[in-house]
């Protein structure tokens, strides 16, 4: 099997949907030796920011001497990106050798009568394997969807973390944020140390609730490790990190918007929890695992005269994160390409970001749960008036390359399928991105 028809098999169980539940993995897992037990985990669950928290501390750990694996999701261009080693993507030859493996497995568990496993369980069976074979000292591990019964909450971490809960997959995980606070919190493990991010009151309750029923510490973000903005601009921010009244120092955090001030706090608080355990990590191993961290499509600057800006923001929070943002950007107009999935909070995700725009263009992204370009438009034209349909992410790019100026800026938001194929046409097209392999 090679790469390809290796990919083409893991894509091809998509067919199986996305069932939340642990029977399944758990049963795969077993027959693979479970992998799971090798190495530690930094286990990441949250609405928002969880993936830039799981590449901040993968990127602490790695600086701090440790071979580090990073699991995460979704992909933007490249499904390697899921699966890392010291940074660099799982290598085309290490897929192919191991879904014949896995495969293997799945079908020895099909056979015995169990449920076939869905695409993410089996790709999260993948990872952990291959840290496993990588000889993973630490693993930093996203959550896929939830917590309380996501493929990955199969380990016992050494610290748990909950970032910015909001509404989100409420088909899935509840309407109310006490609902989903719940789903998240289903991560903490008994005596685990839980790192909690700035959370609304109603979610904070929950998550408390629950690390103090398992006897958990739980360090507030915010409180116990708080952080002060010191300069910041589209391209990154200075900020202060003081824990019990103590200046720690001051950090560059590479990643723009007081949302990954946020977060990088919080990547902070768990390098001090690791500390305190016994894992070797001084500030200034935090200070340049924090400053080196990459995490693409994340107000992104791809692009100058004019300023192109990839974000992933697709959520309620995720808008209110990149509306927070939006006075960091310099330009005189400010184009949006904007692409949603029909399945997201679209009419609010649009009421927060678009009064701010000067044109839309309206697209879909490559993906079936895509909402159509018309109807985005028809709601975006409520906040702008010049909007714009494009049926295509390629089409609606022409058009708002070609409206702007040198002194305007071109935001691509929506969903991470949009800007991920932003960014492939973009590197294509311009040449302006280097395809880096770490």
Known sequence: MDYEEALNWIHSTYRFGSQ???????????????????????????????????????????????RTGTYTSPHLEDFRERIRVGGRKIGKEEVAELVPRVKAQVERMV???????????????MAFLHFKECGCDWVSLEVGLGGRFDATNVVTPAVSVITPVSLDHTDRLGNT??????EK???????????????PPEALAVILDRARALGCRVVLVGEDVSWRV???????????????????????VPLAGP??????????????????????????TIKAGVSRTRWPGRLEVVGERPMIILDGAHNPGGAAALAGSLPLIPRRKLISVVGMLKDKDYRQVLSQVLPFCDA??????????????EVLAEEASKYCSDVTAAGNVGDALELALRRASSEDAVLIWGSLYLVGAARTLLREKLGILADEDE
């Open 20 to 66: 939340l539940g642990l029977e399944r993995i758990s049963v795969l897992l077993d027959l693979l030796g479970r992998p799971q037990d090798s190495g530690r985990f930094v286990h990441v669950a949250g609405t928002n920011g969880k993936g830039s928290v799981t590449a901040m501390v993968a990127s602490i750990l790695k600086e701090a001497g440790y």
């Open 185 to 199: 919190a289903g991560i903490i493990k008994p005596g685990v140390p839980v790192v909690v991010a700035p959370q």
């Open 177 to 182: 944020l006490s609902e989903i606070a719940f």
């Open 230 to 252: 010191k300069a910041e601009s589209i391209r990154g921010q200075e900020i202060q990190v003081v824990a019990g009244g103590t200046e720690l120092g001051h950090l560059f």
């Open 360 to 373: 839309v263009v309206a697209t879909s992204p490559i993906s079936e749960r895509a909402l159509d370009a």
């Open 111 to 125: 056979n015995s009568g169990y449920p076939h496993p869905t695409e993410f369980e089996i790709v999260t069976a």
């Open 259 to 284: 949302h990954q001030a946020v977060n990088a706090t919080t990547a902070v608080a768990v390098a001090r929890v690791l500390t305190e355990s016994g894992v070797e990590i001084d500030w200034e």
